[in-house]
Structures are given as structure tokens and as C-alpha cells.
């Protein structure tokens, strides 16, 4: 391919992301990557620093700046997975932006959407591809799709295959937006946005929610 994409990203499940692109037929040299200077983002950075992707380390501060200066550069796509940061008007104006949002849109907006939908007792878990727009999560949707939860299930295994299922999807996301794909609008009164604020275990009195809530591999970083 010829095209290049822009990819905002960080932690370790971005590098399947890259390795995703990389089976689609793009190389390093038409990838960029935008990513935070972090200790645990170090697999990431290493694997970026290995096949010689150009990167660009950014904070709170100075995101969306940096990113504008870096759209002069004309990218087909931009790919938000994993992003900490909100994304201005002004940049989105300047290109196609993708994001992939660990959760069942408009359903659960935000984050830590699998923590919430096992407190709120739900069935299954989603994942979906939208467009970017200037309110939070609430793009066309290009692709969604759901994860029945399983009885063993923690957040970190649904967060685990929610991530894998959504990289798999990627080559038809790209495929859709390829072809002009506008997505299907949301119902923007439906569903609820949730902070980025984990809830009191205090509160939760149900002690295997609690571990189901909390649980992390041992070798986890």
C-alpha cells in the first residue's frame, strides 16, 4: 500500500495493532505513530524503536498541537487505539479519524466499560470502530460487535478478547472506510458516558465481583 497511516497509540496490545498492518501490507516507513513516554508503555516503544517506526512522544499539554503540525503530512487514515487524550476539532477537520472503542456503543460511552457492564450484571461485552467526532465516542459506528461474558470471565480477560476481536476486524474497517462507508449514526440520547474513575470496592459487597473486578495476572506489567 501506498498509503500511510497516522496511529495514536500505546501499550502493549498496540503492538498486535502494528503487526495487523503490517499483514495487510504496510511497512514501517508508512506508519507514524504518536505514543506516551511512559515506563509501562516501554514493550511498545521497543518494538516501535526494532523495525525503525517514526515516532513522536506526546503529553496532555501538548497533543493536539503536535498533532496538527504532524497532519501536514497528508495521512489517508488516522487511528486512534488505545489514546489517552481527547482530539480537538481543529485536527479532525484535517483528515479521517478511526477510533476503536473498548465498548458496546452508544451503550457505554467512555471508560472502563467492562468493569461497568459487570456491575451492571450485563450479558455480553462489545467492542466497536467509529468516526471521530468532536463529542466523545459518539461517531457513525463502521463496526461493532459483542463478546458473550462467561462465567470465568474478569475485566482483564474481556478487555484481553474485546482488544484481539477489534484488531482482527481491523482489515474490514479499513476496507469499509476505503469504499466511503458513513457508518450508522448513533442514538446520541441513548446509553451513558462513563469518567475514568474505578468505583469504591467499599460499595461492591459481592466478593467474587470484586475479584472479577480487580484481578490481574501475576507476570502482568
Given at each position: 500500500?501506498?498509503?500511510?497511516?497516522?496511529?495514536?497509540?500505546?501499550?502493549?496490545?498496540?503492538?498486535?495493532?502494528?503487526?495487523?498492518?503490517?499483514?495487510l501490507?504496510?511497512?514501517?516507513?508508512?506508519?507514524?505513530v504518536?505514543?506516551?513516554?511512559?515506563?509501562?508503555?516501554?514493550?511498545?516503544?521497543?518494538?516501535l524503536?526494532?523495525?525503525?517506526?517514526?515516532?513522536?512522544?506526546?503529553?496532555a499539554?501538548?497533543f493536539?498541537?503536535?498533532?496538527?503540525?504532524?497532519?501536514?503530512?497528508?495521512?489517508?487514515?488516522?487511528?486512534?487505539?488505545?489514546?489517552?487524550?481527547?482530539?480537538?476539532?481543529?485536527?479532525?477537520?484535517?483528515?479521517?479519524?478511526?477510533n476503536?472503542?473498548p465498548?458496546?456503543?452508544?451503550?457505554?460511552?467512555?471508560?472502563?466499560?467492562?468493569?461497568?457492564s459487570l456491575?451492571?450484571?450485563?450479558?455480553?461485552?462489545?467492542?466497536?470502530?467509529?468516526?471521530?467526532?468532536?463529542?466523545?465516542?459518539?461517531?457513525?459506528?463502521?463496526?461493532?460487535?459483542?463478546?458473550?461474558i462467561?462465567?470465568?470471565?474478569?475485566?482483564?480477560?474481556?478487555?484481553?478478547?474485546?482488544?484481539?476481536?477489534?484488531?482482527?476486524?481491523?482489515?474490514?474497517?479499513?476496507?469499509?472506510?476505503?469504499?466511503?462507508?458513513?457508518?450508522?449514526?448513533?442514538?446520541?440520547?441513548?446509553?451513558?458516558?462513563?469518567?475514568?474513575?474505578?468505583?469504591?470496592?467499599?460499595?461492591?459487597?459481592?466478593k467474587?465481583?470484586?475479584y472479577?473486578?480487580?484481578?490481574?495476572?501475576?507476570?502482568?506489567?
Open positions: 500500500m501506498n498509503s500511510k497511516i497516522l496511529l495514536i497509540a500505546q501499550g502493549s496490545q498496540s503492538i498486535q495493532l502494528v503487526r495487523e498492518l503490517f499483514s501490507g504496510y511497512r514501517p516507513d508508512g506508519i507514524d504518536i505514543t506516551i513516554d511512559d515506563r509501562k508503555n516501554l514493550s511498545f516503544i521497543d518494538f524503536d526494532y523495525y525503525d517506526i517514526h515516532k513522536k512522544y506526546a503529553s499539554e501538548n493536539n498541537r503536535l498533532l496538527i503540525s504532524q497532519l501536514r503530512n497528508k495521512y489517508t487514515i488516522v487511528i486512534s487505539f488505545s489514546n489517552p487524550f481527547i482530539i480537538l476539532k481543529e485536527a479532525i477537520s484535517k483528515s479521517i479519524f478511526l476503536f472503542h465498548g458496546w456503543l452508544p451503550k457505554y460511552r467512555g471508560s472502563l466499560s467492562t468493569v461497568n456491575i451492571n450484571k450485563e450479558k455480553f461485552v462489545g467492542g466497536t470502530w467509529h468516526y471521530i467526532v468532536t463529542e466523545v465516542d459518539k461517531g457513525n459506528i463502521i463496526y461493532r460487535f459483542k463478546i458473550i462467561d462465567t470465568k470471565d474478569t475485566a482483564f480477560s474481556l478487555n484481553h478478547k474485546i482488544f484481539s476481536k477489534g484488531i482482527q476486524s481491523l482489515s474490514e474497517i479499513l476496507k469499509r472506510v476505503k469504499n466511503n462507508y458513513s457508518g450508522i449514526s448513533q442514538n446520541k440520547k441513548n446509553g451513558r458516558f462513563y469518567l475514568n474513575k474505578f468505583p469504591s470496592l467499599k460499595s461492591i459487597t459481592n467474587e465481583l470484586r472479577k473486578l480487580t484481578y490481574f495476572p501475576p507476570n502482568f506489567k
